[in-house]
Structure formats: structure tokens, C-alpha cells
Nanobody, 128 residues
Framework: QVRLVESGGGSVQAGGSLRLSCAAS????????MAWFRQAPGKEREGVAS????????YYADSVKGRFTISQDNAKNTLYLLMNSLKPEDTAMYYC?????????????????????WGQGTQVTVSS
């Protein structure tokens, strides 16, 4: 089992920055892939960024590329999402997710169906 707890959300003006954290515990193999997803009201959940924790390989959605950075601190078992140049359209509930993906290279597709372990979410609100 894997437990994920997000923190760091809040309200910020457009152009500002936030850093989300995801404290992880449990089976290490099941955390080979970790990712951030978001869901805005009335919209489907979408992948934001993922990382293969063994190598540090990262992937980003086109909408956040160049503005968001996913990273990890293995000593603290914590995943981060640094969000710069925030826009009102970044407003959403942000979720941390993890899975082994059965050993496949699933993270590049940023599909929520590939992840079985989820945190409770942290709200990010960006005002114009």
C-alpha cells in the first residue's frame, strides 16, 4: 500500500508561484512512477507532470511546460511541483498519484488510469 498526502495549495495572483508537496509512504516499488494531476470544476482530470523516481526522468503536459517543475527528495520521500507564472486557468484541485505501472513506461502518457494510488488533493486558486 502507498499513502500520499499533498500540501502547499492556496490562493495566488496571476504570475505568482506556489510549490506543492506530496509526502509519500509505503511500498517503494509502487512508487516507481509518481505524478501530479489536476481537476477543475466541470472538467476531466488531466495529467500535469510525472517522474520516474528511479532515474528522475520527467514528462510535462504542454500547458505547463516551461512553467512547472516536478522534482523529488528521496531522503524525505517527498514529491514536489513548483509552479511558476501561474495563470487563472491553472486553478484546480491538484492530486499526487503513484504506481509501478507493472514495470511499463507509463509516465510519458500522463493518463490517470495508470495510477492506483492517490492523495486527497490540494486546492490551487489563481486570480486575475
Amino acid at each position: 500500500q502507498v499513502r500520499l498526502v499533498e500540501s502547499g495549495g492556496g490562493s495566488v495572483q496571476a504570475g505568482g508561484s506556489l510549490r506543492l508537496s506530496c509526502a509519500a509512504s509505503g511500498n517503494t516499488y509502487s512508487r516507481n512512477w509518481m505524478a501530479w494531476f489536476r481537476q477543475a470544476p466541470g472538467k476531466e482530470r488531466e495529467g500535469v507532470a510525472s517522474i520516474y523516481t528511479n532515474y528522475g526522468t520527467t514528462y510535462y503536459a504542454d500547458s505547463v511546460k516551461g512553467r512547472f517543475t516536478i522534482s523529488q527528495d528521496n531522503a524525505k520521500n517527498t514529491l514536489y511541483l513548483l509552479m511558476n507564472s501561474l495563470k487563472p486557468e491553472d486553478t484546480a484541485m491538484y492530486y499526487c498519484a503513484a504506481d509501478s505501472c507493472g514495470g511499463t513506461w507509463c509516465g510519458s502518457s500522463l493518463r490517470d488510469a495508470d495510477y492506483n494510488y492517490w492523495g486527497q488533493g490540494t486546492q490551487v486558486t489563481v486570480s486575475s
